[in-house]
């Protein structure tokens, strides 16, 4: 076999394989489009986002663990995490739909149970809260957006189509169609709608802002009255 044919086999393989995962992951892709206004092309997406290549080996890791192959499904989530910087373990429960904007630093552990058209940005931990075993992560309902850096906790229950803004620290369950704050994260409604998946996130409904600035106006009424 010559040099040429060897390369023309390789490249072949790879087209395959690059079409074969288009295809799997056609939800995925479609979730970047829909979410994230950078992306650009299909094989944009395919080569350079690093949330869809977790996804990828999250799902070969999963599908091991489903049927108790040891070792290797965690060795293949390590690797997944050096690659990428986002650690997703192969225990975890994950929908359809999954977008991870950016990705660097997110943790999904064993017991966490994500649902569909679900999007985390950078820094987000689906964490337990000690040494407990058993079900012991969040679980996070369909449409849900969770902003960067947050941290949920334990195991509790996300209601669909919330929003967990940036930062915030959640450690109790959060009906659905909510936005959650702060830290310890505090739970408003966002008119009683559906979170947009493409929500400014610099202005997010605050309870604590606004009750300081009903406050403020407060303070401001009785002294106009001295």
Same mark, same amino acid.
């Given at each position: %076999?010559?040099?040429?044919?060897?390369?023309?086999?390789?490249?072949?393989?790879?087209?395959?394989? %690059?079409?074969?995962?288009?295809?799997?992951?056609?939800?995925?892709? +479609?979730? /970047?489009?829909?979410?994230?206004?950078?992306?650009?092309?299909?094989?944009?997406?395919?080569? /350079?986002?690093?949330?869809?290549?977790?996804?990828? $080996?999250?799902? %070969?890791? #999963?599908?091991?663990?489903?049927? +108790?192959?040891? $070792?290797?499904?965690?060795?293949?989530? *390590?690797?997944?995490?050096?690659?990428?910087?986002?650690?997703? #373990?192969?225990?975890?429960?994950?929908?359809?739909?999954?977008?991870?904007?950016?990705?660097?630093?997110? !943790?999904?552990?064993?017991?966490?149970?994500?649902? @569909?058209? !679900?999007?985390? $940005?950078?820094? =987000?931990?689906?964490?337990?809260?000690?040494?407990?075993?058993?079900?012991? #992560?969040?679980?996070?309902?369909?449409? !849900?957006? =969770?902003?960067?850096?947050?941290?949920?906790?334990?195991?509790?229950?996300?209601?669909?189509?919330?929003?967990?803004?940036?930062?915030?620290?959640?450690? *109790?369950?959060?009906?659905?169609?909510?936005?959650?704050?702060? =830290?310890?994260?505090?739970?408003?409604? *966002?008119?009683?709608?559906?979170?947009? +998946?493409?929500?400014?996130?610099? #202005?997010? $409904?605050?309870?604590?802002? *606004?009750? %300081? @600035?009903?406050?403020?106006?407060?303070?401001?009424?009785?002294? @106009?009255? +001295?």
């Amino acid at each position: %076999m010559s040099i040429k044919t060897f390369f023309l086999i390789i490249i072949a393989a790879i087209a395959l394989f %690059m079409i074969v995962v288009a295809v799997a992951f056609r939800k995925v892709i +479609k979730a /970047t489009f829909e979410r994230d206004p950078a992306a650009t092309s299909y094989l944009e997406v395919l080569l /350079t986002y690093s949330g869809l290549h977790a996804l990828i $080996f999250y799902r %070969m890791a #999963h599908a091991l663990w489903k049927i +108790k192959i040891p $070792f290797l499904p965690k060795l293949i989530s *390590q690797i997944a995490r050096g690659l990428t910087g986002i650690e997703i #373990h192969p225990g975890a429960t994950i929908g359809n739909g999954l977008f991870i904007d950016h990705g660097m630093g997110v !943790v999904i552990g064993e017991t966490a149970v994500i649902g @569909e058209s !679900v999007t985390l $940005f950078q820094g =987000v931990t689906l964490g337990g809260t000690g040494k407990e075993r058993g079900k012991r #992560h969040p679980n996070i309902g369909s449409n !849900v957006v =969770v902003g960067a850096g947050a941290k949920i906790l334990g195991n509790i229950t996300v209601g669909e189509n919330s929003y967990v803004g940036a930062n915030a620290v959640v450690l *109790q369950d959060v009906p659905p169609n909510s936005t959650v704050v702060g =830290v310890p994260g505090r739970i408003t409604k *966002q008119d009683g709608k559906r979170i947009d +998946k493409n929500l400014d996130h610099a #202005h997010v $409904f605050d309870p604590i802002k *606004q009750s %300081m @600035e009903a406050i403020e106006r407060r303070i401001a009424r009785l002294e @106009e009255r +001295k």
